[in-house]
């Protein structure tokens, strides 16, 4: 079971767990990681899943699936009878109203929809990726030199669930880089997989830019793939001004990890997400919402 705290209610939600017997079987029994090792970890898997996913049968599973979950297809740019497949209803965009960005320059807002912490004055050679259970930045980044820079500073972690909008933003004005990409596996970020696989951030494809905001620095913006995420799509041009709530991209299916990381002294995230982060807990955002405040620059 886990709980996901709601900033709405200050009360904890039961998160619904699409394909949860499964995860449990997978990364906690013996016959469940032999699977996972011979199969569900690998791009084959993947890719089979994400074959059948782009298929025109598989917009039959659509309205389950949204029923299932309680998505909210109201909030759908089109109706539902309108995707041609499962992935593109997956990666469906939205009416402008249904998530709306703050454009007053201090906000700092979150990139899209799902599950938050976030760690202040980090250790960048121990980044948590679950309670008990460390990485390395600059292993995940593949550079040792990038990563020093970002010692003492900022790391969130955005964790969306298969049942989520899988569209990512800008959460500010300015230039985004080339994004650069790196090969791994297709784990699972479900909180029973991050508790069983070290390092699974590492061991993930991921592929990740350096965003040049003009409130917040230099951040590292990264997208970690899972299970039967076939695909990271970059919508984005490099090098071309872009606007805040700008989209960068989407997932295709699975679920999948958005990591945001700030250099010293360039951000400070609301006390109720550092709270929760302290006590275990993820909180519930949407894209758009306020999560943080840029620190003044006249003190920096």
């Known amino acids: 079971m886990i709980q996901i705290y709601n900033r709405k209610t200050k ?9 949860g017997r499964l995860l ?6 013996g016959r469940g990681r032999l699977g996972l090792k011979l199969l569900v970890k690998r791009k084959i898997y993947s890719s089979l899943t994400g074959f ?6 598989s ?3 659509i309205k389950g699936f949204a029923e299932k979950f309680s998505i909210d297809t109201n909030e759908c740019e089109s109706k539902v009878e309108e995707f041609k497949s499962f992935n593109e209803f997956f990666a469906r965009k939205l009416k402008p109203s249904a998530r709306v960005f703050d454009t007053s320059e201090e906000k700092l807002l979150s990139p899209g929809d799902g599950r938050l912490q976030a760690w202040e004055n980090i250790d960048t050679e121990k980044l948590l990726q679950i309670k008990g259970m460390t990485y390395s930045l600059s292993e995940l980044l593949q550079d040792e030199k990038l990563a020093r820079e970002y010692s003492g500073g900022t790391y969130l972690i955005l964790r969306l669930c298969p049942v989520d909008y899988h569209r990512f933003h800008f959460f500010d004005s ?6 650069r990409k790196i090969k791994g596996e297709y784990y699972s970020v479900n909180p029973v997989a991050l508790s069983k696989i070290p390092e699974l951030f590492c061991r993930n494809k991921r592929e990740y830019s ?4 003009d409130n917040f ?5 990264i997208e970690v793939g899972a299970t ?9 041009i490099p090098g071309e001004r872009i606007s805040k709530g700008a989209e960068k991209g989407f997932f295709k299916f699975g679920g999948s990890t958005i990591l945001l990381i700030f250099k010293k002294n360039m951000v400070k995230i609301d006390d109720d997400i550092i709270m929760q982060t302290k006590e275990g807990f993820e909180t519930k955002v949407l894209a758009g919402e306020a999560i943080g405040n840029c620190i003044d620059k006249r003190t920096k």
């Open 228 to 236: 039967s995420v076939g695909s990271i799509i970059q919508t984005y």
């Open 210 to 213: 350096i965003f040049k905001t």
């Open 217 to 221: 620095g230099d951040v590292l913006f």
């Open 59 to 61: 917009r039959k599973t």
């Open 174 to 179: 300015g230039k985004c880089m080339e994004t």
């Open 52 to 57: 059948f996913c782009d298929s025109k049968i």
């Open 11 to 19: 009360q904890y939600d039961i998160e619904q767990v699409a394909g």
């Open 24 to 29: 449990n079987t997978l990364y906690t029994t």
